[in-house]
């Protein structure tokens, strides 16, 4: 079975099964069962995050280069957790769509191994320096607040 799911077609139709099987009538704008079951409390990014590691599968068994893996791994790690914030999330599957572009990598790995390498480490190190900010502000907030503290009264 395992071998049969690893066919481009049917990751082809797991992208968009997630992604984008779905328009809104008279639009452009198309979505899948990620931003459907993200609705679903607690559970639903988890779900669809699990699945989406289909794809990342398919592309170790492959032989991808490592790097192309690890971007992979961030798509859907990205999209999961921003897609746990209430509504700001579900819009976010509909714009980033990490299956799809789990899938036009694991396709670019296939026809030019190693191509977008340089690409990839750009956008790992983009995202890394985003987590640290992200992770640096409230703590540089908190040591501000504790310093402007000049004394604090204790009770007596």
């Not at 995202?127 to 402007?148: D, E, K, M, Q």
Request: charged letters at 15%; zero cysteines.
């Amino acid at each position: 079975m395992l071998r049969q799911l690893a066919s481009n077609e049917h990751l082809d139709y797991v992208a968009a099964l997630l992604d984008d099987i779905f328009r809104i009538p008279g639009t452009q704008i198309r979505f899948g069962l990620d931003a459907l079951i993200g609705w679903v409390p607690g559970i639903g990014d988890a779900i669809t995050g699990i699945a989406s590691f289909l794809i990342v599968f398919a592309s170790w068994r492959r032989g991808a280069k490592a790097v192309t893996l690890v971007r992979m791994i961030a798509n859907v790690l990205l999209e999961t957790a921003i897609g746990a914030i209430p509504v700001a999330g579900d819009i976010f599957h509909v714009i980033w769509k990490a299956n799809r572009r789990n899938y036009r990598l694991l396709i670019r790995e296939k026809e030019q191994p190693g191509a977008g390498t340089g690409r990839d480490w750009i956008f790992l190190g983009i995202l890394l320096l985003a987590v640290v900010t992200a992770a640096a502000i409230p703590i540089a907030i908190l040591v501000w607040l504790l310093r402007s503290q000049v004394t604090i009264p204790l009770p007596r």
